[in-house]
């Protein structure tokens, strides 16, 4: 497989990704209370959102790469 292609499928599963989940979500630990012996934690959820533009260019490159490389050959 050629490498234009591979970075066209590539690209073109991270744009379909990035439109079904809109943004990555994580866990973060934080300690709260830290006495000696005694720890208290609390875990916070994050989330870093990807707009759908970024899906949108990540999926039309990948089209245009695939395209471009099926000409060339």
Do not use: W
Not at 20 to 34: C, H, L, N
Not at 38 to 61: D, F, M, N, R, S
Request: charged content about 15%; aromatic content about 4%; proline content about 4%.
């Amino acid at each position: 497989m050629r490498t234009t292609t591979l970075i066209a499928v590539m690209l073109i599963a991270l744009g379909i990704v990035a439109f079904a989940y809109q943004g990555i979500t994580y866990t973060t630990k934080e300690k709260v209370v830290d006495l000696g012996a005694l720890q208290v934690t609390a875990e916070t959820k994050k989330t870093l959102p990807l707009p759908p533009i970024v899906g949108a260019i990540a999926l039309v490159g990948g089209i245009v790469l695939l395209v471009m490389g099926q000409k060339k050959s």
